[in-house]
């Protein structure tokens, strides 16, 4: 998540939308006094309107962060938001406290504004379209992932699966998405994975579709989504 130029939220937005970041999610840290430091730290909690917790980050050397994980140091914040939102958040704050016990945690203080920039230039459709990722071509064994696409553009989908493995991810790569609808029977999307992430167990995984517009307009037709929204 780079350094960019990010619109406000309405106050009614900033709340829905720290909200939207579960437990166990990962943000990234950034602290720019002594030095600029940039951290990955997963979200403990939070209590709205007064502060966010983070763990701690692994450390080499018991002293390792300690010029700059200081109380009263300023901290840039930023996160994704997957689904039809598509969105990179970030915000101000500030560190209040670095807990001890029963583990070390950062305090920051909760922030009074959110940022946000749209990374998607088509929006997406909220679905809960049973599909699958095919890795292989047809004339080779075809194991799929099977699963749903959870939102859907012209451009590409969110394609979500549960996983016995919480590090499961599935690798940037060549795929098809495979859909099999009543009206216009079994569709191979070939498509390229751009990302996953999996949260406890639940991999989504971000794609993009390769010149398959006639493909997906006609899948968008038959579901009753009208393609002038997205």
Same mark, same amino acid.
């Given at each position: /998540? ?12 900033? @709340?829905?939308?720290? =909200?939207?970041? /579960? ?11 002594? @030095? ?10 939070y ?16 002293k ?12 840039v @914040? ?9 969105? !990179?958040?970030? =915000? ?6 670095i ?32 599909a699958a ?23 590409? !989908? ?19 998405? !495979?859909?099999?609808h009543?009206?216009?029977?079994? /569709?191979?999307?070939?498509?390229v994975? !751009?990302?996953?992430r999996?949260?406890?167990?639940r991999?989504?995984v ?5 010149d398959?517009?006639?493909q @997906? ?6 579901? =009753? ?6």
């Open positions: /998540m780079s350094d960019i130029a990010l619109q406000p939220l309405s106050q009614a937005e900033k @709340v829905q939308d720290l =909200f939207e970041l /579960m437990p166990g999610q990962t943000v990234d840290l950034q602290i720019n006094h002594p @030095v600029q430091v940039r951290l990955k730290l997963v979200l403990v909690g209590e709205q309107g007064k502060y966010i917790i983070l763990k701690y980050p692994n450390v080499v050397t018991p390792q962060y300690n010029d700059v994980l200081v109380e009263g140091n300023v901290a @914040v930023r996160y994704l938001l997957e689904g039809d939102k598509g969105c !990179c958040f970030a =915000f101000k704050s500030s560190i209040r406290h807990t001890l016990a029963p583990e070390k945690f950062i305090i920051l203080s909760y922030p009074e504004k959110i940022e946000n920039r749209q990374l998607r230039t088509h929006q997406r459709i909220t679905t809960h379209l049973p990722i095919s890795l292989d071509e047809p004339a080779k064994s075809n194991v799929k992932i099977n699963g749903i696409i959870a939102d859907l553009s012209l451009k590409g !989908c969110g394609f979500t699966f549960k996983a016995e493995n919480a590090s499961t991810l599935v690798k940037q790569r060549e795929v098809f998405v !495979c859909i099999s009543y009206a216009i029977g079994e /569709m191979r999307i070939p498509a994975v !751009c990302n996953s999996n949260i406890k167990g991999v989504n971000g794609i993009s579709f390769k398959s517009d006639k @997906v307009a006609s899948l968008l037709e038959h579901l =009753f989504i009208d393609t002038s929204l997205i």
